[in-house]
Nanobody, 123 residues
């Protein structure tokens, strides 16, 4: 399996932006579709965005469309989540996930997970 480490979380005011990064190690990064999920207190983990092995196509949850952008740099073994126009409802722990093969949008289909990075959006 691939090992994943997220970074870039923090506290931001509503309307602000953050860029999350997830660096992978251990296996050939380009073999893996990547995704971001998030989990707010008391809620289930939910899908945010996913990206195919080559970087295209991508797919977003409705809550992320038009505000978030997922991208990857296979030369750097890193996937990113650019988050703009952040809202208090975006407050959650954000997790990076990887699976071999094609992308999916449900958490059980991902075999490797990072430890998460906290994003807090103040109103």
């Amino acid at each position: 399996q691939v090992q994943l480490v997220e970074s870039g979380g923090g506290l931001v005011q509503a309307g602000g932006s953050l860029r999350l990064s997830c660096e992978a190690s251990g296996r050939t990064f380009s073999m893996y579709a990547m995704a971001w999920f998030r989990q707010a207190p008391g809620k289930e983990r939910e899908f945010v965005a996913t990206i195919s092995r080559g970087g295209n196509p991508t797919y977003y949850a409705d809550s992320a469309k038009g505000r978030f952008t997922i991208s990857r740099d296979n030369a750097k073994n890193t996937v990113y989540l650019q988050m703009n126009s952040l809202k208090p409802d975006d407050t959650a722990v954000y997790y990076c996930a990887a699976r071999e093969g094609v992308y999916r949008t449900t958490a059980p289909e991902y075999s490797s997970w990072g430890q998460g990075t906290q994003v807090t959006v103040a109103s």
